[in-house]
Antibody, heavy 118, light 106 residues
Framework: EVQLVESGGGSVQPGGSLRLSCAAS????????MSWVRQAPGKGLEWVSD????????YYADSVKGRFTISRDNSKNTLYLQMNSLRAEDTAVYYC???????????WGQGTLVTVSS | SYELTQPPSVSVSPGQTASITCSGD??????AFWYQQKPGQSPVLVIY???KRPSGIPERFSGSNSGNTATLTISGTQAMDEADYYC?????????FGTGTKVTVL
């Protein structure tokens, strides 16, 4: 059974940093791209970042480029999102999601809430 | 940047058919995907590659994609289908979500 468990969310002041983690199990982690997708309170889904199975290729939404860094440790089956220079508009539930061969996601974690507020 | 537009809401009576549209420039040239999200829950993939259903998704969910519009159809809608639905496509190395549609089963 595929499981994705996010952690690391919490409250932080504007300009601060947080690192999210996503522990994966139930599939060959290194064979699949992984993504972070967020959802602001009461709003729609927004893709944040994507990383290839090997970790060699990364992609970012313009809204987070230069502030967020996605990475993975295939030996630990764990995905990360380092978030720096956080803004109020980064407040959201952050989901990690397992990629497929076809530019979408087939499994999602339960999400972790990040609140940026003074 | 690429945009996908959905109607904010769709209402349907139990047992009837709900159709949710997703509009984007030449969307038919790309694959469309659909996710269902119930309150307080994570999204669930219900249609991939325009019209395919993942294992475990009921047959009443179907999809199509042509021209500038992709459509998710729920036939014989049940109360449990009440949720938000998002379309999604991939364009130039970025993933794009639609604006979302709230389906209400009256």
């Amino acid at each position: 059974e595929v499981q994705l468990v996010e952690s690391g969310g919490g409250s932080v002041q504007p300009g601060g940093s947080l690192r999210l983690s996503c522990a994966a199990s139930g599939f060959t982690f290194s064979s699949y791209a992984m993504s972070w997708v967020r959802q602001a309170p009461g709003k729609g889904l927004e893709w944040v970042s994507d990383i290839s199975g090997s970790g060699d290729n990364t992609y970012y939404a313009d809204s987070v480029k230069g502030r967020f860094t996605i990475s993975r440790d295939n030996s630990k089956n764990t995905l990360y999102l380092q978030m720096n220079s956080l803004r109020a508009e980064d407040t959201a539930v952050y989901y990690c999601a397992k990629g497929t061969d076809g530019y979408n996601w087939d499994y999602w974690g339960q999400g972790t809430l990040v609140t940026v507020s003074s | 940047s690429y945009e996908l537009t959905q109607p904010p809401s769709v209402s349907v009576s139990p047992g009837q058919t709900a159709s949710i549209t997703c509009s984007g420039d030449k969307l038919g040239d790309k694959y469309a995907f659909w996710y269902q999200q119930k309150p307080g829950q994570s999204p669930v993939l219900v249609i991939y590659q325009d019209s395919k259903r993942p294992s475990g998704i009921p047959e009443r969910f179907s999809g199509s994609n042509s021209g500038n519009t992709a459509t998710l159809t729920i036939s014989g809608t049940q109360a449990m289908d009440e949720a938000d639905y998002y379309c999604q496509a991939w364009d130039s190395s970025i993933y794009v979500f639609g604006t979302g549609t709230k389906v209400t089963v009256l």
